[in-house]
């Protein structure tokens, strides 16, 4: 009975583990992506942000609606500061999005015309197992 019990424990704590580690993976991967697709956003390169989102991003809003929302929220805020990693966050499931893979991303941001910002930057795995932004919020 206790090599059983201590069976079933070890069997429960690798399958945890499991998941843990694949989930670590794809958040290393979703903040790379993220740091990348903001690094075009902080460079006012706002067309290529929008070809470099996921499909669920380019099916909310066509290329101009992004542009010039994007440019009408960033500009008043002027250059970026320093952005600082706080949180990232793996799940399945968001309100109001189908489910898939994502990974919600904050960043304690501070920009020329406002110390303190919180952006939220939400990668999903596409199909083709890329990691791409399919959402984007300043606070």
């Keep these: 009975m206790k090599t ?6 070890l069997a429960f704590v690798l399958a945890v583990s499991g998941v843990h580690a694949a989930d670590t993976e794809a958040v290393n991967q979703a903040r790379k992506s993220a740091n990348s697709w903001l690094a075009l956003v902080d460079a006012a390169q706002y067309g290529q942000s ?17 542009m ?8 008043p805020l002027g250059a970026l500061k320093s ?12 309100p109001g999005a189908p489910d898939g893979e994502y990974v919600v991303i904050q960043f304690d941001t501070r920009f020329e015309n406002k110390a303190a910002a919180v952006e939220t930057v939400t990668p999903m795995r596409q199909k083709d197992g890329a990691w791409k932004v399919s959402g984007y919020y300043i606070r």
């Design 68 to 75: 010039k929302a994007v440019q009408s929220t960033r500009a």
């Design 4 to 9: 059983t019990l201590r069976f079933l424990f």
């Design 83 to 94: 952005r600082t990693f706080k949180t990232a966050t793996f799940t399945r499931s968001l």
């Design 50 to 66: 929008w070809d470099e989102a996921a499909t669920l991003f380019k099916s909310a809003v066509t290329k101009q609606e992004w």
